[in-house]
Every structure is written in C-alpha cells, then in structure tokens.
C-alpha cells in the first residue's frame, strides 16, 4: 500500500487539545505522538476515501453486480473449486 504523502513530507507544527491523562500515559510509554497521529489519520483519510468511492461509485457497483446475477461471470466456467 502506497503512503498518502512521503517520509520526507515538510511537515507542520499544530496545536491539538487532548486529555491530560491520555497524556500523561502516553509520554510515560514512550509514545510517540506525532507518529501515532499520522499513522491514526492516515488510516482515517483511507476510510473516508473508501467510503466516498463507494457512494460516488454506487450506481455503477449495483449494475455490475446485477449484470454478473443476470448472466454469471467470464470465469464461472474455468473455476477450480
């Protein structure tokens, strides 16, 4: 799977507001913020661009799968299993 942007992406101080406590644990497991935030919101943008593929491709999607119902697939007959 292709990154979003590439490792060595300028990258942009921001502020965020999270709990203190949340905080404080990970700083004390040594976790790494930055990382986890981009490696969260990477995974994030994935989903919603998946999910807004689907709906923009919805109409399409039901015609394909209603055209294989109606007349099965090119390799129905070369299966194996």
Same mark, same amino acid.
């Given at each position: ?9 300028? &990258? ?7 709990? #203190? +406590?949340?905080? =404080?644990?990970?700083?004390? $497991? ?18 919603? &661009? ?7 491709? #919805? +109409?399409?999607? =039901?015609?394909?799968?209603? $055209? ?14």
């Amino acid at each position: 799977m292709q990154p979003l942007v590439s490792n060595t992406a300028a &990258k942009k101080a921001t502020n965020l507001t999270i709990s #203190r +406590e949340l905080l =404080a644990e990970a700083r004390r $497991l040594n976790i790494n913020l930055s990382a986890t935030l981009e490696s969260a919101l990477t995974e994030k943008i994935r989903q919603e &661009k998946r999910i807004q593929w689907q709906q923009e491709n #919805r +109409e399409s999607i =039901a015609a394909c799968n209603e $055209l294989a119902e109606q007349n099965g697939l090119f390799s129905d007959n070369h299966r194996a299993f």
